[in-house]
């Protein structure tokens, strides 16, 4: 029965965030493992059938059970390309690349793991609507990945990578299905609710695949490049939340994320979800597209984005549960 | 200064200060000086949180000394016939009903003195009011409206519905108008809806036994006081059942062990009513009163329940709801 002026640790919603979190960590830690007795390195079969099989699964699942709401889309996505811009900026100004390396550690620097690690969090902490909102900020990240940060290691922008990408095409179908009437006969209608079933199942199977994916090159990670990661980690998980918050603040004072409780509690929770969802994926650590972008093949590219990656992780473990805890007290109950 | 304590100025002084207590004590009963004014309270199912909203606001006006009389129908549609047919109407200054089916029965045999409602999900679907602003007849009140679309979105966020049970009493209107709201969405929300009619006390276990059959996915609970009256009953077959129960009023979950529920306060209904009812006794005709409905919606779990049928919550729902464990 331990009280704090934030949060008594007995209290359902302290119980809820543990119980998501700690869960989460172990599961990135089985991942480390997996890493470390892998020999032959099977992390590039992993990711495709991450790709390929489960994430449109999960993507389809939470897509077609949400009505489509443009303003939802938006009000994300303008907020995930402001905190990629500044990031962008703090990253240019304040991080000099080692020479050569064509600014791979900005780019771990300025894009948050919001695949491998947001979309499993956002589910176990905020549900099914935390999940659709997930999703929505990791095709933001994706696109800008492609566009801004393959301009800023390759001098240019590769949209048609983008379009390859697998997780794209569900959240279409999804989207479609969502405004598809249901079968008219009941043995279709079966039908249908049976093979969602199916696809249910195995995009649950996702969200553990996609955090022993995140684990799978943390434990590959020389511990004697951590001392270059110190900066670059340092900026993105502080950084991170601190731009989120501001965001959120102007999102705010311009009535795009009214305070306002009005006649329908959901509207409300709705809103708070938002601002939370933003708040989660902005203090997450470094994402693995650098890496897989740099390296080819999923595995560990060079030092010092890895280094940064690494830091980011190992600082997430206690900024990203602290971002909860404030999350929980001043956007849900404040 | 030796002269104020002579015995004829201390005689003067304790007067005074008798005058002081008498005049703050006099001031200390208002009801001398307000009016008095009466008012009959029908129910159907006994006092409920909206009728301690009500008569706290109610007795709390500077204005009129409120004297009440309440008449329980105790659930019997026959006892409130009675009630109503040996009501004199004219002794009072006020009528306060509570649910669709007292009202209306109240508005079928008094038309000479105001009527207040408190607790009807659809006045006008249920010919009590002509619209929000207007009753255009001797009733005004407080619903306690609730948007299927809004119950149904926050179900979605923590259980997957394909068959869903909607539980309701026959012979009381205002479920049929709910049952009419939900299969406007049942396409939008993509499930399919299981009547569950029931009229007395003996049908329940056969309408249970349906239920459990059906293999429901959730029962939903309109705004029923048949229904609300046995809801401990239903609530704890289902739950026995592994079957969620999503309530539209409040006390199905704190009181009776339902899962979840979206709907209005009830005390806070019944202020509302108040302000009203303190309007219509104040000169006003009840229809120059508008009808009245509450600002917030309020979000209800039970944790308990959700334990055993195995449902987490997400953090944002728990936060922002009453939670009862």
Redesign the interface.
Known sequence: MTETGLFSISS??TL??LR?FIPTVMVVAIGVLVGKLDDSRHQSTLTKLIDYVFLPCLVFTAIH?H?FDLNEVLQIAVAVTVMVCLSTVAALCLMRDRPGAAGWNHLAIIFMSSGNLLLPLAYV??????LVKGIYFHLCVLLLFHTLGAYLVKGKSDLRSFFRIPFLYPMALGIAAASL??PGSENL?ELA?LTEKGI?IAGLGALPLLLINFGYPLGLIELSALRQGLAGGALRIVGGPLLAFAVIWLYRQVGWLSME??????V??DR??TE?LLILGASLPSSHHALRMEAGGGLVASQAESATLLVSVLGGMFTVITVLFLV?AYV??G | MANFFRPGRGRLILVLLLAALATLAAARAPGDARKVRKVAIILFRGETPSERGFLDTIHASGDFLVRCRAFNAGQSTDRLREILANLDASKYDLIYTFGTMATQSAMDKIKDVPIVYNVVQRPIEAGIIRSWESSANNVTGASNIVAMESAFRTVALVLSIRKLGFIYNDQDPASKIQRGDIAKIQQKFGFRILDIPVRDLESIPEAMRQAVSAKLDAVFFPADSFIMANAGTIVALLNKHRIPSIAIIPEMVTENGALISLGPDYYELGQLAAQNALEVLGGKQPAQVSSKTVRNLHLYINLKTADRLGIDFPLQLLSMSTVVR
Do not use: C, K, N
């Open positions: 359902t919603e809820m965030i998501g059970r009505p902490l905020f549900g099914s609507e935390g009437p249901l209608v609710w249910h409780r009005g006649y329908d509690i959901l409300f929770v708070r979800t939370a929980d849900f109950q």
